[in-house]
């Protein structure tokens, strides 16, 4: 399958202050990236969609502002999470969506995730 | 109604037994489905792809679709603790992916 990082793995911050992610797509170019939260014993929750170049789609309830997704390659992804508080703690994970010679164009891929407990 | 439904379990079975993980969607209209599997603390790894109806064996994994019923399933054979995981079924659906919330899954040596 393909590969798909994401960095940093753990951060803690303090509230008030901002937190970037990276998630990146090391073996193909992704059209789209996909960013979910999830809490502790909870499914996924689908934050946003990104296709490369263009304005990200947040889902409802989820702060565009607050949560800042910048698609500027066809392998890298960022959502930056401005001025955290601990309500913001939890695993975020991205997914990436493209094609590859061997995998059909809409298999989703999943980071490592990154937990964030902000303090 | 929710675009894909899932028992959240948890369900139990002794090693070496079939695990069966059941998923219903609403959409009539979609063309792709996914298992995916989840360890605690960690993100989800997809096992499984399926598009036509029928069933698709990847060594002890089974999926199964069935498209008029709007129904697909994962078979896990001769479980084994390593197994014990939560499995999430996906529908693509368009632009749309939409995720199940889980079967927690425990393998019992």
């Known amino acids: 399958g393909a590969v798909v990082s994401q960095h940093p793995s753990w951060v803690i911050c303090k509230s008030g202050t901002s937190v970037k992610i990276e998630c990146r797509s090391l073996?193909?170019?992704?059209?789209?990236m996909f960013w979910y939260r999830q809490f502790p014993k909870q499914s996924l929750m689908l934050m946003a969609t990104?296709?490369?170049?263009?304005?990200?789609?947040?889902e409802q309830g989820v702060e565009k502002d607050k949560f800042l997704i910048n698609h500027a390659s066809l392998t890298l992804s960022t959502l930056t999470v401005t001025s955290a508080h601990p309500e913001d703690s939890s695993f975020y994970i991205c997914?990436?969506?493209?094609?590859?010679?061997?995998?059909?164009?809409?298999?989703?891929?999943f980071g490592p995730g990154t937990r964030l407990t902000v303090l | 109604q929710k675009e894909v439904e899932q028992n959240s379990g948890p369900l139990s079975v002794p090693e070496g037994a079939i695990a069966s993980l059941n998923c219903t969607y609403s959409?009539?209209?979609?063309?792709?489905f996914f298992w995916y599997r989840q360890y605690s603390g960690k993100s989800p790894e997809l096992i499984m792809s399926?598009?036509?109806?029928g069933d698709k064996e990847d060594g002890r994994f089974t999926a199964q679709l069935n498209k008029a019923s709007q129904y697909v399933s994962l078979l896990i054979r001769d479980s084994q603790p390593s197994d014990s995981a939560t499995y999430l079924c996906?529908?693509?659906?368009?632009?749309?992916?939409?995720f199940g919330t889980g079967t927690s899954l425990t393998v019992i040596p």
């Open positions: 997914s990436a969506r493209g094609g590859l010679a061997k995998t059909p164009y809409n298999e989703q891929f």
């Open positions: 073996d193909f170019q992704a059209t789209t």
């Open positions: 990104s296709n490369e170049g263009s304005k990200a789609t947040y």
């Open positions: 959409d009539r209209g979609s063309q792709s």
């Open positions: 399926i598009y036509s109806n």
């Open positions: 996906a529908v693509n659906t368009g632009n749309q992916f939409y």
